[in-house]
């Protein structure tokens, strides 16, 4: 690809956003728009039945998780999203299947509420599980990420 799909961030959150709300209209990334659907389907299976702000900023955030190790991710912070840290780390218990996120931790103690840092490292989880999506899900983000440039 010789240009890069998206000039900022919010472009790319409009651009997730319309696929998911309207499952069946074509777009301009037609491969891209087939792997948010899919992630979105991914982050349903496992989350059912949230608000659709939740499935956005799943996807959106999954674009943006690092593994840095067996059960430990970083997840970029996000200011459009109303992120006041550049990153967050969540981490997975597998012996207890269940996640915490720092932004659990900050202010008011721990609270057990699903944020959409976990919500992204769920499906990113996932998609490392299935060869297939798996290599078409790293080639978007590197695009992807590319093209939103964030600051450091
Ligand atoms: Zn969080």
């Known amino acids: 690809m010789s240009s890069l799909p998206f000039s900022s961030i919010r472009e790319f959150i409009r651009f997730v956003e319309h696929c998911i709300r309207h499952p069946y209209r074509p777009v301009s990334y037609s491969s891209l728009g087939k792997l948010i659907r899919e992630l979105y389907s991914i982050a349903y299976t496992v989350f059912p039945d949230r608000s659709l702000s939740f499935y956005v900023r799943s996807v959106v955030r999954c674009f943006f998780v690092d593994e840095i190790s067996e ?5 970029r912070g996000l200011r459009e999203f109303g992120d006041h840290y550049p990153t967050y780390h969540v981490f997975y218990f597998p012996r207890e299947r269940r996640y915490r ?6 202010l008011y ?3 057990r509420r699903i944020c959409t ?4 490292v769920a499906i990113y989880r996932r998609v490392i599980q299935d060869v297939d999506i798996a290599n078409r ?12 440039q964030l600051p450091c």
């Open 137 to 148: 899900f790293f080639k978007w983000c590197e695009l992807v990420r590319k093209s939103v």
């Open 101 to 106: 996120c720092e932004c659990q931790l900050r």
């Open 109 to 111: 103690g721990y609270v």
């Open 71 to 75: 059960g430990h991710y970083i997840v």
């Open 117 to 120: 840092h976990i919500g992204a």
